[in-house]
């Protein structure tokens, strides 16, 4: 593998450098796209229908070429341009958001051993790193002989995901890899995700959001081809102070105890009382002073055994999402 250039750092990293794709069909795709993901990190890429996500994941695969930009892979000591290399391949895993991607009629384990064989896989090895992979995404092995087409979606993408694996790599990209999956499903391939990501760097595309502040340590928003806003889940959220909200929430044990605690919500302001839940909530504005947080634990403390619950709510990235791209992406979610 020929370096662009040596480095002194001993990470490794990827580094997507003013990536701008046009399509044929006149669409500009993405627009000067740069970023930085380290190793151990886990980047979740995040946007409306049409962000250039998908386009972002391929280019960074190798699949498809930008017209402009560059996509650079750090090792500790060199640095790469992974557009320019033909080993591509090596460092790289993928799950794209496609079942087709793998033969029906064939069973899991001959699925594997095929694309083995496309990744240059020396045969002597294929067997253990096949085992390896199913063993790291906790693929149930009693089903891997039998035929793809007879997996669940759960099991189906656990095997995706040991596919992505099977060459040990350093990146890791995933393509919505928890869409269509029920709660138990998309929770195992969460844990096992987070399980994986010491010593390599995950790339994923989502819309599921509440995952993506679960697991990410850096979030990339894109829309209309352009970064908008970059960094960790929390200081995401940050830099839109307008949509933030912080407020507790307490819910009574029946409708007197409510009524008994009007006299001593006097003292905050803007308290919103909703008598068919028998809730009161609190919001917690931006600067909020010792003094009124002394007073809510006093106020809290004196009708603790007349309430069933006391919880403090934030925006969460979803609701963040919905209020500044509008209701009409609500449907992406």
Do not use: W
């Not at 580094?15 to 380290?38: H, P, Q, T, Y």
């Not at 096949?130 to 790291?136: A, C, V």
């Not at 919103?272 to 028998?278: D, G, L, P, S, V």
Request: with cysteine; net charge positive.
């Amino acid at each position: 593998m020929k370096y662009v250039s040596k480095t002194v750092e001993h990470n490794i990293r990827l580094m997507i450098e003013n990536v701008r794709k046009k399509f044929k069909n006149g669409i500009v795709a993405l627009k000067s796209v740069s970023f930085n993901v380290n190793e151990g990190q886990i980047c979740s890429i995040i946007g409306p229908n049409g962000a250039g996500k998908t386009t972002l994941l391929k280019i960074i695969a190798g699949l498809i070429l930008p017209d402009e930009g560059r996509v650079l892979y750090c090792d500790g000591h060199y640095t790469y341009s992974i557009i320019k290399n033909k080993d591509i391949k090596k460092i790289t895993g993928l799950l794209p958001n496609s079942e087709r991607s793998f033969y029906y009629r064939l069973t899991g384990r001959q699925n594997l051993e095929f694309f083995a064989m496309l990744m240059d896989i020396p045969q002597a090895k294929r067997e253990e790193r096949i085992n390896k992979s199913l063993e790291l995404v906790n693929f149930p092995r009693k089903i891997i002989n039998n035929r793809f087409m007879t997996y669940s979606k759960g099991e189906r993408q656990k095997l995706g995901l040991a596919r992505a694996l099977l060459n040990n790599p350093r990146i890791v990209l995933l393509d919505e890899p928890t869409t269509g999956l029920d709660p138990v499903s998309s929770k195992e391939i969460r844990e096992v995700i987070l399980s994986l990501k010491k010593g390599r760097i995950f790339v994923l595309c989502s819309h599921d959001l509440r995952e993506v502040e679960e697991i990410s340590d850096e979030v990339v928003i894109l829309h209309e081809g352009k970064i908008i806003k970059k960094g960790p889940p929390t200081l995401v959220k940050q830099l839109f102070p307008e949509y933030l909200r912080r407020e507790v929430k307490i819910t009574f044990v029946d409708e007197e105890s409510l009524n008994k605690s009007m006299t001593l919500i006097k003292d905050f302001q803007n308290v919103t009382i909703n008598r068919e839940k028998r809730e009161i909530t609190i919001p917690l504005n931006k600067g909020y002073s010792d003094k009124e947080i002394y007073k809510l634990i006093l106020f809290t403390l004196h009708i603790s055994e007349c309430i069933t619950s006391f919880r403090l709510e934030e925006t969460s990235l979803e609701e963040l999402f919905v209020k500044f791209f509008g209701k009409e992406n609500e449907s992406v979610l």
